[in-house]
């Protein structure tokens, strides 16, 4: 129920309710094999046969009851993924389908990937990047101008090295930073504490470079020069960039990468 929930909240479309008769004869029967037994996903990659017909479609409903034009890739990599899971993999195989905790953490990892869309006339203003070289806006075509850091998380490890965590955060002009980027043991639900839902830095355009500015964390070192980012400073994000947000169990360091033309 909360892949659907899910689904339906970002997409405005049921993830099981194609075109495709399970009983022409009984719609009750037709609606219980087409939610149960017979259930399948109108946007399975190989069987076809239960996806929505556009001529069935009120004007309203459009663009989202087009999977073509909106498929749920669109929702970016970490939620597109447990899509997969719940409605393909694991439709008909519930231990296949996805935890409540793995819904929550791939929404808030979603979060970081969220792109303001350049396009004037765009409705619907931002977008999950999906992880390309060339960002594009899905919803209305509209490419990125311009370079954007891409920042890869690393958690440190009980060996001293570090793990990468598949998480990063899409870095735009004002976005800010938080403690839960900083430190893995914190997590922004419902016990997270006031003092760490306070923001620690944010990031800038300024004069064609892109910089992260330290407003609240005393061990942001830049690893590539060696030199401590105090607060109130600010460290440039470049290709290759290395910068360590917090010292010690649960700290962790960013890695940058630049995308964008």
Known sequence: ???????MYLLYRHPLRGDKVFDMND??????LGMGEKALFIEHPTDHSNRIKLGNVKPSEQPWKDTQKMPYTITGPYLSELFKRAFIDGLHNPIARPTADEWEQALVKTV??????QGANCEQKWYAFDNSKSPKCPFCGTAHQGKLPVLNLYSAAPNGSYRPDNHRIMVYSGQSLFKWHADNRIFPNEKLKG?????????VLHQGNWWLVNENLTDMVDVNTKQSIPIGGKVKLEEGAK???KKGEGGRLIVVQMTGS
Do not use: H, T
């Open 27 to 32: 719609s009750q029967r037709d609606e219980e």
């Open 1 to 7: 129920a909360l892949a659907v929930l899910i689904y």
């Open 195 to 203: 003092e760490d839902a306070k923001r620690i830095g944010y990031f």
């Open 243 to 245: 910068i360590l947000l």
């Open 112 to 117: 970081d990937l969220l792109q303001p869309c």
